[in-house]
């Protein structure tokens, strides 16, 4: 009989890691509950709304998801949907059902995460008509291609595999009709910096080689080497959380140089509260009203330590540079 492998510290941090991905669920769900932004579909992940969060870490999220949203959105419609989107870490992220509903989908939206979250994320699919019947929907044939760890169809599909091992996550892709001369729109949301600082140049640099047009958006901490940034950093150690790719994370201009030593064209950074401050402020002035915030100091802090940073190369020119750009020069094209 074969003996039992021990339980290392990597196994430990990887559960850490995982475990992230239900506290974003977990918090998206409670703010949609509030009304910050419609999500019918988060429901059906996070059967609870849960205990109540604080104000502040609502509009937190809602300025990440609406600010991923709209660039996401944009390099949906500059490319007349003729593209695919690789969602890296994408836990039980909606963009998926949301894209469907707003009738802005690529040809294909490819999902990879850690094998465990993938069967959770299959299981739901399996069992929650209203996540299995969009998928259905955009299908051709009356099957779908589905096991413990993978599902594809047509228009979707959800891989299993470590983003540290480059050649195995690439090997699952293709055999799931990842195309390499498509436009590709790569997204990763706080996954990079649980990778160490090679490991997720390696990702960045791999995505760079692949497409020859391509955009890389990456949501994540920023300037955390001041004291708030400390103070995250102490609460995620004693979750046994490490964030072993902290050392990219001390500045905007660190955010865009790791691309354009990787291979991009182009790149670019904001904190969130620029963001914040882009963001369409009739909307803004609504999610405002919904609670009040007795911490603004404390909701400036958490959005000086996340970032939206992205890159960009192509060989296409379809102007991706030019329509991000817009969105940092007051007076041109808004959010």
């Given at each position: 009989?074969?003996?039992?492998?021990?339980?290392?510290?990597?196994?430990?941090?990887?559960?850490?890691?995982?475990?992230?991905?239900?506290?974003?669920?977990?918090c998206?769900?409670?703010?949609?509950?509030k009304?910050?932004?419609?999500?019918?579909?988060?429901?059906?992940?996070?059967?609870?709304?849960?205990?109540?969060?604080?104000?502040?870490?609502?509009?937190?999220?809602?300025?990440?998801?609406?600010?991923?949203?709209?660039?996401?959105?944009?390099?949906?419609?500059?490319?007349?949907?003729?593209?695919?989107?690789?969602?890296?870490?994408?836990?039980?992220?909606?963009?998926?059902?949301?894209?469907?509903?707003?009738?802005?989908?690529?040809?294909?939206?490819?999902?990879?995460?850690?094998?465990?979250?993938?069967?959770?994320?299959?299981?739901y699919?399996?069992?929650?008509?209203?996540?299995?019947?969009?998928?259905?929907?955009?299908?051709?044939?009356?099957?779908?291609?589905?096991?413990?760890h993978?599902?594809?169809?047509?228009?979707?599909?959800?891989?299993?595999?470590?983003?540290?091992?480059?050649?195995?996550?690439?090997?699952?892709?293709?055999?799931?009709?990842?195309?390499?001369?498509?436009?590709?729109?790569?997204?990763?949301?706080?996954?990079?910096?649980?990778?160490?600082?090679?490991?997720?140049?390696?990702?960045?640099r791999w995505?760079?080689?692949?497409?020859?047009?391509?955009?890389?958006?990456?949501?994540?901490?920023?300037?955390?080497?001041?004291?708030?940034?400390?103070?995250?950093?102490?609460?995620?150690?004693?979750?046994?959380?490490?964030?072993?790719?902290?050392?990219?994370?001390?500045?905007?201009?660190?955010?865009?140089e790791?691309?354009?030593?990787?291979?991009?064209?182009?790149?670019?950074?904001?904190d969130?509260?620029?963001?914040?401050?882009?963001?369409?402020?009739?909307?803004?002035?609504?999610?405002?009203?919904?609670?009040?915030l007795?911490?603004?100091?404390?909701?400036?802090?958490?959005?000086?330590?996340?970032?939206?940073?992205?890159?960009?190369?192509?060989?296409?020119?379809?102007?991706?540079?030019?329509?991000?750009?817009?969105?940092?020069?007051?007076?041109?094209?808004?959010?």
């Amino acid at each position: 009989m074969a003996s039992r492998q021990p339980f290392t510290d990597t196994d430990t941090a990887d559960e850490a890691v995982r475990a992230t991905c239900d506290d974003a669920t977990v918090c998206k769900r409670f703010a949609t509950s509030k009304g910050y932004w419609k999500d019918p579909y988060i429901q059906y992940f996070v059967r609870s709304v849960g205990e109540r969060k604080a104000p502040e870490i609502n509009r937190g999220y809602y300025a990440r998801v609406q600010g991923v949203n709209r660039l996401l959105d944009a390099f949906l419609k500059k490319t007349q949907c003729d593209c695919q989107i690789i969602n890296l870490g994408a836990g039980l992220d909606t963009t998926f059902w949301r894209l469907k509903d707003d009738n802005l989908m690529p040809r294909k939206f490819f999902e990879v995460d850690f094998p465990t979250i993938v069967a959770r994320k299959i299981h739901y699919i399996k069992t929650k008509p209203p996540l299995s019947k969009p998928i259905i929907e955009t299908h051709s044939t009356d099957s779908l291609l589905l096991d413990a760890h993978s599902l594809d169809s047509d228009r979707y599909c959800i891989i299993g595999a470590d983003l540290r091992n480059i050649s195995d996550m690439e090997e699952k892709l293709k055999k799931f009709q990842l195309n390499t001369e498509l436009p590709t729109l790569v997204l990763t949301e706080c996954v990079l910096v649980y990778m160490s600082p090679s490991q997720s140049s390696g990702l960045i640099r791999w995505a760079a080689e692949t497409f020859h047009t391509a955009m890389f958006i990456n949501y994540e901490q920023v300037n955390m080497y001041d004291r708030f940034g400390q103070v995250m950093i102490e609460n995620l150690q004693r979750r046994q959380c490490t964030l072993a790719g902290v050392e990219t994370c001390q500045s905007l201009e660190l955010q865009k140089e790791r691309f354009l030593r990787s291979g991009w064209e182009h790149a670019n950074a904001l904190d969130m509260i620029a963001v914040y401050s882009m963001l369409p402020q009739e909307d803004v002035g609504r999610i405002e009203r919904l609670e009040f915030l007795d911490e603004l100091e404390l909701l400036q802090q958490l959005l000086q330590h996340y970032s939206i940073s992205w890159a960009s190369k192509e060989k296409l020119s379809l102007g991706i540079i030019w329509l991000f750009w817009d969105k940092l020069v007051p007076g041109r094209l808004s959010w």
